[in-house]
């Protein structure tokens, strides 16, 4: 079976001679494993000597029971010369981001890349721990990019922009294939409908059962759950948390606390509100976003059935949400969403801190450059030098007042 190529496996693979830890983390079954066997099984053909270590594998965990045992096991395979250590499942490890920060400053000549699920371990004392002395990859779900390079068998890898263009109805027919199953490999490469189902049904009572039951002590996994459905049914809108307190039957703090929970386990993103007029704009409430679309799909029994535009809208938001994210992911810039007490909204801000960017979601093929009513509230607010409109077909531009807005298709974005 062809393996989906990640475009991650690139820069990962530039760090294997930095002498800091690669650390990849990222949701379950997005393909975390696959990358570093791909990593691994890469070097080796170059020459490179590497070791494997599953921490899943109670025969891999003895190793890890001490500093010290690990550090044999190591000499034995590599002496004193280089190598390379992939240890799968770090999260397993009790107080693992102090295990290798230990390693780390012995100054070994052993390169370490380190993966795990998105558990509290691993996003938070590991990354605390380890602060100087790694540098932090995020493997998300699949791109849209990467499923197409992907489904068109990589005829045209690295000129996509012109499959494109030049395929316009089959793009539009791919995108609604991606808005409804998402981007787990494991989903991609499964041909057949109920197969897909079974298998995102195992993924997600995988995350409740190893991230939410086990590693985060959530005692009601069904008022999670439940939660979860809710910001589903309310992606791309605002959500309240009284509101979603009434809706769960739990307290507010328990939903403060759940919601920490999904978004540090990869499963919702949180957007919070851009504001500078404290009395008439919106500052507390977020919108959520979901890391798939599959995923948020299938806890509301849409998975895979969503065929009309005004299902789809929302999960398009969601869809360039999860884009402008991973491109801000490690940059100075920040992602807000801006509304007014008088119901005026734009979907995405980009915060630059000189400058600021709002970007309009449309999920139509627009004929001509259209503004609505809200985007010039805002453009006449605060005069920036740039905004985006993200639709399904139309590239033009036009200026208003100070403002050079940008018609871009989605795959341009």
């Not at 989906?4 to 001679?17: A, C, G, N, V």
């Not at 000499?75 to 981001?97: M, P, S, T």
Request: charged share 25%; aromatic share 12%; no cysteine.
């Amino acid at each position: 079976m062809t393996l989906i190529k990640r475009d991650l496996f690139l820069e990962i693979q530039k760090h294997l001679d930095a002498k800091e830890i690669s650390l990849i983390v990222g949701p379950r079954q997005v393909g975390k494993t696959t990358l570093m066997e791909e990593l691994q099984k890469d070097e080796e053909a170059r020459g490179v000597k590497t070791i494997w270590f599953n921490l899943d594998y109670e025969t891999d965990k003895t190793f890890f029971s001490s500093q010290n045992n690990l550090l044999k096991k190591l000499q034995l395979e590599f002496g004193q010369k280089k190598g390379l250590v992939f240890i799968d499942e770090i999260q397993r490890k009790e107080n693992a981001g102090l295990f290798l920060k230990g390693l780390y400053d012995m100054n070994l000549p052993y390169k370490f890349v380190v993966s795990g699920s998105g558990s509290l371990e691993l996003k938070e004392k590991i990354h605390e721990s380890l602060t100087g002395r790694k540098r932090l990859f995020e493997l998300n779900p699949v791109g849209f990019s990467e499923f197409v390079d992907y489904k068109t068998e990589y005829k045209y890898n690295n000129r996509m922009e012109q499959f494109y263009e030049v395929h316009k109805e089959e793009t539009l027919n791919l995108l609604v294939e991606y808005l409804n199953f998402g981007g787990y490999p494991r989903i991609i490469l499964e041909p057949l409908l109920t197969e897909k189902i079974k298998l995102m049904n195992e993924i997600f009572r995988s995350y409740l059962e190893k991230d939410i039951a086990y590693l985060l002590k959530v005692e009601r996994i069904d008022a999670f759950t439940k939660l979860i459905q809710i910001l589903a049914n309310q992606t791309g809108r605002i959500a309240s948390y009284s509101e979603l307190a009434k809706q769960v039957g739990i307290s507010l703090p328990t939903v403060k606390n759940y919601l920490w929970y999904a978004e540090k386990t990869f499963i919702i993103r949180i957007i919070t509100p851009f504001f500078r007029n404290k009395g008439k704009e919106i500052l507390k409430s977020p919108v959520v976003y979901f890391y798939d679309t599959g995923l948020r799909n299938f806890s509301l029994n849409f998975f895979g059935n969503l065929h009309q535009p005004a299902q789809l809208g929302f999960v398009f938001q969601n869809f360039i949400a999860n884009r402008l994210a991973v491109n801000s992911a490690f940059s100075s810039q920040s992602l807000h969403f801006w509304r007014t007490l008088d119901q005026a909204e734009v979907d995405f801000v980009l915060n630059r801190g000189n400058n600021i960017l709002p970007i309009e979601v449309k999920y139509t093929a627009l004929k001509k450059p259209e503004v609505t009513r809200s985007l010039r509230s805002f453009l006449d607010k605060y005069k920036p030098p740039e905004a985006l409109v993200i639709n399904l077909t139309l590239e033009a531009e036009m200026e208003i007042a100070e403002t050079k807005i940008k018609f871009l298709p989605f795959y341009l974005l």
